[in-house]
């Protein structure tokens, strides 16, 4: 079972930058698809990007084209969620999570999340 750890999260202002981390430890991470997932308050958790298991293949949610890249090194068995031109629909706890590649449908445990918090 992959344990996985998001850190990174911050509060920024409108228009700034944050990238995000997701470190797995334990089971297997290298041949997995991943995902980064957010909740802002009151609200379902929702799909924002997604990469196939060596990053070659990445989706996103139309609200985050063009300022959100994810991406997978699979060396230091970690996923990355780089974040530009913040928005105060931004804010959220971010997740990681293992996805099914294609569907980007979560599957899996999830990490406790980090914090983002855009100011306007």
């Known amino acids: 079972q992959v344990q996985l750890v998001e850190s990174g999260g911050g509060l920024v202002q409108a228009g700034g930058s944050l990238r995000l981390s997701c470190a797995a430890s334990?089971?297997?991470?290298?041949?997995?698809?991943m995902g980064w997932f957010r909740q802002a308050p009151g609200k379902e958790r929702e799909f924002v990007a997604a990469?196939?298991?060596?990053?070659?293949?990445?989706n996103y949610a139309d609200s985050v084209k063009g300022r959100f890249t994810i991406s997978k090194d699979n060396a230091v068995r970690t996923v990355y969620l780089q974040m530009i031109n913040l928005k105060p629909e931004d804010t959220g706890v971010y997740y990681c999570?293992?996805?099914?590649?294609?569907?980007?449908?979560?599957?899996?445990?999830w990490g406790q999340g980090t914090q983002v918090t855009v100011s306007s």
């Open positions: 334990g089971g297997t991470f290298s041949t997995n698809a």
């Open positions: 999570s293992r996805v099914i590649g294609g569907s980007w449908a979560p599957i899996g445990s």
């Open positions: 990469c196939s298991w060596n990053g070659g293949v990445t």
